[in-house]
């Protein structure tokens, strides 16, 4: 009995983590916490820079409305079990947000590939989710601009012109 328990815990040593550690030097973004089974990819933080967030669906045209907004700024990237749906990620963590007094400046399919997400703000606090496939994993990348400057499409949608008579 004592030999299979040991024998268990060697090839169990031996035996590659169902997930690599999270990428060096990276943390989870205070706003959002982790969905679970996923695990950070990559990161990126800066003291000041833009970001280009998308604030409305993508027109005939194909482009969309965009807030261009400057301050700190961090990404994180996540990989996560395929079994954990785009939509589904996209969903919890738009959930989690509302919880903590985020309004939602766009939710819908993100960029020109369909990929479910949002943009969101609370205070000057500026949060992008997009979900997005990892070969055969899924996943998402967070967008967190603490802002001290916003242009472009920020605010919300004028009303549709009605025709003139």
Excluded at 115 to 125: D, E, I, K, Y
């Amino acid at each position: 009995m004592r030999a299979r328990a040991l024998t268990l815990a060697v090839l169990l040593s031996l035996a590659p983590a169902a997930w690599p550690a999270d990428a060096e030097g990276c943390r989870d973004l205070p706003i959002l916490p982790r969905l679970s089974g996923c695990e950070i990819r990559e990161c990126r933080t800066r003291d000041y820079d833009e970001a280009e967030l998308q604030s409305g669906p993508v027109d005939r045209s194909g482009d969309f409305p965009k807030a261009f907004v400057d301050g700190q700024l961090a990404i994180v990237t996540y990989a996560c079990p395929a079994s954990l749906r785009l939509t589904d990620i996209a969903r919890q963590s738009q959930a989690a947000l509302r919880r903590t007094g985020y309004s939602f400046v766009y939710a819908g399919s993100m960029f020109y590939n369909e990929l479910p997400g949002f943009t969101a703000r609370r205070g000057t606090t500026w949060v992008q989710l997009v979900s997005e496939p990892f070969d055969a994993l899924s996943g998402y990348t967070v967008t967190m601009v603490r802002a001290s400057e916003v242009s472009g499409a920020a605010r919300a949608r004028p009303a549709p012109r009605r025709p003139q008579r």
